[in-house]
């Protein structure tokens, strides 16, 4: 017998499908591209109607508008955030299917970064009438990370924790590891399911139990990839009916690494 027919089959085979494979490989291209420019164009006019929304929001000269008014332009906002959110998964989308999720890494202290999360969480929160504590232990490290773009990953988090949470309180804390920091997101409400965990953190995946609420499926999946990007590592502990926890793991900024003793 020939030892080697299997082998040109197989090659015989890939030869065969190698201008469908080329095909799949350009359409790829063209379909992350055009999600790249439809995104950055929706982006330009929602700005301007999220901006817009904010100074008229925040006008405070009497008479200027109604509460009534205020309270309508304040949903109006609201739904351009939300909408700029989904179009920002989208972006992120290509950007990880292209393999160019750009960092703008900087050696930040933890504490004071929460810090400056805790008012975005809690404006979150406030709205749902959740009660969300953030707390960190002094003196934590500091870690290499991209302060936007991580906070990127923070809002999702506390986010969905406010949405799933069912009205719970929810906590946030930061805390020192052996090698870095330690960040946990924990909320009491509806929990995932055990073949689910797993799962969420896939493009287009979510969780049997909070189909209803909507949403692309895209959040955790962009916040799995721009954590590893970082170097660190995400995972969840929960059950159904049991509330989740969120930990993020980082390491050390290069500097502040400790040193390790020589042995003669």
Do not use: W
């Not at 379909?31 to 164009?41: C, G, I, R, T, V």
């Not at 009438?129 to 906070?151: N, S």
């Not at 493009?203 to 959040?219: C, D, I, N, Q, T």
Request: aromatic letters at 6%; proline letters at 6%.
């Amino acid at each position: 017998p020939d030892p080697f027919r299997g082998r040109r089959g197989l090659n015989n085979e890939t030869s065969a499908h190698r201008p469908a494979l080329v095909e799949l490989e350009q359409l790829s291209k063209f379909k992350s591209q055009f999600l790249a420019n439809m995104s950055h164009e929706l982006r330009t006019p929602l700005n301007a109607i999220i901006g817009f929304s904010e100074m008229l929001c925040d006008d405070q000269r009497p008479g200027a508008l109604s509460p009534q008014q205020k309270e309508h332009i304040g949903y109006v906002l609201e739904s351009g955030k939300h909408l700029l959110s989904l179009i920002n998964d989208v972006l992120d989308l290509s950007r990880i299917e292209a393999g160019r999720i750009e960092l703008n890494l900087q050696s930040v202290a933890p504490g004071p970064f929460l810090d400056s999360m805790r008012e975005i969480g809690r404006t979150l929160a406030m709205k749902q009438g959740v009660d969300l504590q953030v707390a960190h232990a002094p003196d934590l490290p500091e870690v290499q990370l991209d302060p936007l773009r991580f906070k990127q990953v923070l809002y999702n988090l506390l986010s969905n924790a406010i949405k799933y949470g069912c009205g719970k309180p929810i906590a946030a804390r930061v805390e020192p590891t052996a090698t870095g920091v330690r960040i946990v997101v924990t909320d009491h409400g509806i929990g995932i399911a055990g073949e689910d965990i797993e799962r969420i953190f896939g493009r287009f995946e979510r969780a049997v139990s909070v189909r209803h609420y909507g949403g692309l499926g895209l959040g955790l999946y962009v916040a799995r990839n721009i954590v590893e990007a970082h170097g660190g590592t995400i995972k969840v502990s929960s059950a159904a009916g049991q509330g989740s926890q969120f930990v993020i793991e980082l390491p050390f900024a290069v500097s502040q690494e400790p040193e390790i003793a020589q042995t003669a």
